[in-house]
């Protein structure tokens, strides 16, 4: 039987998208376990930062679909995972194959070494779609190969890297991403555009950030708040982009506990940020194009407002795009200069 490795790393990639923006510090990854005879027996991805990773989500899944053992599924805590696992394993994974996003860590951290887990259950092929350049976690490949698993690098490796690109970021400098929400008539001003799962998710990936950047007028006009309080989330420090300098303080994104607010008239203070998210419209993006490294749009299923992007000429390439059960989702890098 031919396998068709693409196929099963682009389901591992499709799911990583969902959170990604959700890990940070971590890298968001994705992880399928496939049997013998090419059937699926589970897809999963590192939700959030200290939980357990890809990995171990997915052959928790596959093994209960493979053992029935139900008892596995009120087990959450990634070192309680990782002990039901090799316990209970009774060498079920020794004819399955796993496809990961990225090389398995080989480290002991909040969680366990990927690596040795899926050395310990006999699985005997892993395909990768990256390598891990963060020399903490790196080398899990040479773990596997150490002990005749038979691993097989360079899967989808261009759409990998896009996936892991926030986290190659964060280790060289910081990862600047810019937001916006338009309705399919392309306007984005007019109040509330997206769903509100979309604005949950917005908030999710706030509660994560270190920094917001919005425009002087945004803030005069709009009034925002620019907190998480849709996710019960942390409030990010806001970074006003003005000439003007005076505001009114009742403003509620003021009045946020624990937060800064700076006003400045450039983006020097992006310097002293990991984690970014710019929000605005055409001015603000128009203003960010040499900061921004990847592009976050919201588009949702109806018309209505005034004003959208005006005079731009600028390109994109979609690198995932999904749908919420309203809002198209798209993440994008900039494309070639048309």
């Known amino acids: 039987m031919v396998i068709d490795a693409n196929f099963y790393m682009n389901l591992a990639l499709r799911e990583a998208w969902k959170y990604q923006g959700l890990t940070y510090p971590n890298p968001a990854v994705g992880c399928v376990v496939v049997g013998k005879h090419g059937e699926l027996l589970a897809i999963n991805a590192h939700k959030k930062a200290g939980e357990a990773h890809a990995e171990v989500l997915a052959l928790k899944d ?166 998480a309080r849709l996710v019960d989330g942390k409030a990010p420090d806001v970074l006003i982009i003005s000439r003007e300098k005076e505001f009114d303080r009742t403003i509620p994104l003021f009045s946020v506990e624990g937060r800064n607010v700076y006003i400045y008239d450039n983006f020097s203070k992006l310097h002293a940020y990991k984690n970014i998210m710019i929000e605005g419209g055409s001015q603000m993006f128009s203003l960010t194009r040499e900061y921004v490294d990847l592009y976050l749009c919201y588009i949702a299923p109806k018309f209505g ?16 795009i999904e749908q919420d059960e309203e809002d198209i989702i798209m993440w994008m890098k900039k494309g070639k200069e048309i």
């Not at 407002?305 to 995932?320: L, P």
Request: proline residues 2%.
């Open 62 to 227: 596959a093994y209960r679909t493979i053992t029935n053992d139900t008892a596995i599924a009120n087990i959450f805590s990634s070192h309680e995972l990782h002990t039901y696992l090799l316990k209970n394993h009774n060498n079920c994974f020794a004819e399955t194959s796993l496809y990961t996003t990225l090389e398995p860590c080989a480290h002991v951290g909040k969680t366990p070494s990927c690596a040795s887990l899926i050395v310990s259950l006999g699985i005997q092929k892993v395909y990768v779609g990256v390598h891990d350049t963060n020399k903490e976690a790196a080398h899990g490949n040479m773990i596997l190969e150490k002990k005749g698993i038979v691993v097989t690098n360079g899967i989808l490796k261009k759409e990998c890297e896009n996936l892991l690109m926030p986290f190659k970021k964060w280790q060289e400098r910081n990862f600047v991403f810019f937001k916006w929400a338009q309705r399919v008539n392309g306007t984005v001003d007019a109040g509330i555009i997206s769903s509100k799962n979309s604005r949950k998710h917005v908030h999710a990936m706030r509660s994560l950030c270190d920094l917001i950047v919005v425009g002087g007028n945004t803030v005069r006009c709009d009034r925002p708040t620019l907190d």
């Open 305 to 320: 407002g005034n004003e959208g992007f005006t005079n731009m000429d600028d390109s994109f390439e979609i690198i995932d």
